[in-house]
């Protein structure tokens, strides 16, 4: 694990103008690399994202049997005979959701463990999807890590029936992998609502199909995959769109413009939803040649928004609406308290000890702005609870936040990064 490692957060003196190059997606990384593993040919990841959460997917992969190995700025999947092994999560939820439906397929016992959080984070509706599936795991009962799932060296596959409803990466992981199950996949969605996070399941289910999987949708809730050869190839990387979230946010915050090279034009990342969600706070938003250009005024208009499809977004969607004009309401996001922590107690907490006024709803959080004071911004090992830590600092003089060292997970170099932004 990272050493904790305190931070000052520093202010913004004036408005911030800058383009900020952003590394690879983690979710196109991950998705990419997993089946890479499973493909019948080696894959080249172009310009992948390296940092804690792929870190871990890579040595996940060669402890399985993978190769994976370093071309300048690619890598280089080359597939292996799929063996048993120990498999350290870290705090991924996608290598803790991804690698055990892989493991089924490996011939020998892979034990999966990770950080004191993962082993908080839901994992029974898994663990009953790959038992579905035909996969053996030795849980003790826990529904959590530490599990062994016990490979045979193939999976039946056939017809799985979960309640999604705590993480879409439930979906993706039985999904990843299905391929090579000997019937495939019927998976079904039991829950009320929809799956959250619907972008990332069409993510999953577009790499697929670009490595010539067939997946059928036949309804909402509901997805085929059939067996077949997982082609190899070249995959080039998106930039990771949500972590431009924060240094979009500085724009704003600052009245200021933010540039990121690099934006797609079409894309599943739940981080495009960036454009409208700041336009809608007052964002002049302007897909240009240099890269998608956000600009604020300096104040930040309030918002009501449903978060369901993109709960990810939230940390710095609530830091901005606790610098914002008016109350906001973030709403849909239950799922969240099942993230590296639980994201809505923990955003209420830290606002709230720095004066703020935020009620705390069982799927969301109304944020009401008034003036805060400076303190410490506990960041509960969480990446993106740190980086909003980071964008309330930007008006608030005096935030520490306790672990700038956890952003490590998605961002190799956040810190350096929000400084040379912020030109220091
Ligand atoms: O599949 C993925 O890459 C992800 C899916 C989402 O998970 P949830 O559906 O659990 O929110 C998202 O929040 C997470 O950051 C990444
Ligand atoms: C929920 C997140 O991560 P994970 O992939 O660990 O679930 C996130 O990055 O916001």
Redesign the pocket.
């Known amino acids: 694990m990272h050493p904790a490692q305190p931070w000052p957060a520093p202010t913004a003196d004036s408005a911030v103008h800058g383009t900020v190059a952003l590394p690879g997606s983690?979710?196109l990384t991950?998705r990419l690399l997993v089946l890479a593993a499973v493909a019948e040919s080696p894959t080249r990841l172009v310009a992948p994202l390296r940092a804690r959460?792929t870190l871990l997917m890579a040595g996940a992969l060669r402890s399985l049997g993978a190769e994976v190995s370093d071309d300048g700025a690619d890598w280089v999947v080359t597939p292996g005979a799929l063996r048993g092994g120990d498999v350290d999560t870290g705090?991924?939820?996608?290598?803790?959701?991804f690698v055990p439906p892989v493991a089924g397929l490996a011939a020998g016992d892979v034990a999966f463990d990770g950080d004191a959080y993962a082993r908080e984070?839901p994992m029974a509706t898994l663990l009953d999807g790959l038992r579905q599936a035909g996969i053996e795991v030795n849980d003790a009962g826990r529904g959590r890590l530490p599990f062994v799932v016990r490979g045979t060296g193939s999976v039946p596959g056939g017809t799985v029936r979960v309640d999604a409803s705590a993480?879409s990466?439930f979906v993706s992981g039985l999904l990843l992998a299905a391929p090579r199950y000997d019937k495939g996949i019927e998976l079904e969605h039991s829950g009320d609502g929809p799956v959250p996070s619907q972008p990332h399941v069409e993510m999953t289910v577009q790499v697929l199909r670009a490595a010539g999987v067939e997946v059928e949708t036949p309804a909402p809730g509901r997805w085929t995959v059939v067996p077949g050869p997982v082609a190899g190839g070249d995959r080039p990387v998106e930039p990771d769109l949500?972590n431009a979230a924060p240094f979009l946010a500085a724009a704003l915050v600052t009245g200021g413009s933010v540039t990121v090279p690099g934006w797609p034009t079409s894309t599943t990342q739940a981080g495009d939803a960036l454009r409208a969600l700041l336009a809608a706070m007052g964002a002049d938003v302007a897909s240009t040649d240099a890269g998608l250009v956000v600009r604020g005024t300096g104040s930040v208009a309030g918002f009501d928004v449903d978060l369901h499809d993109v709960?990810?977004l939230?940390?710095t969607l609530a830091a901005l609406a606790a610098l914002a004009d008016s109350p906001s309401t973030l709403r849909g996001i239950a799922h969240?308290r099942g993230?590296?922590t639980d994201?809505i107690a923990a955003l209420a907490a830290e606002l709230t000890a720095l004066g703020g006024d935020v009620t705390e709803e069982p799927d969301g959080l109304t944020i009401r702005p008034r003036p805060l004071r400076g303190g410490t911004w506990h960041a509960y090992a969480?990446?993106?609870m740190a980086t909003a830590g980071a964008v309330v600092g930007l008006r608030v003089p005096g935030i520490e936040v306790d672990d700038i060292a956890c952003t490590s997970?998605?961002l190799p170099d956040f810190p350096g990064m929000w400084s040379t932004l912020l030109g220091g």
């Open positions: 983690k979710s991950n959460d705090l991924a939820g996608t290598v803790m959701r984070r993480s990466q949500s709960g990810e939230t940390p969240l993230h590296e994201r969480d990446h993106r997970k998605t």
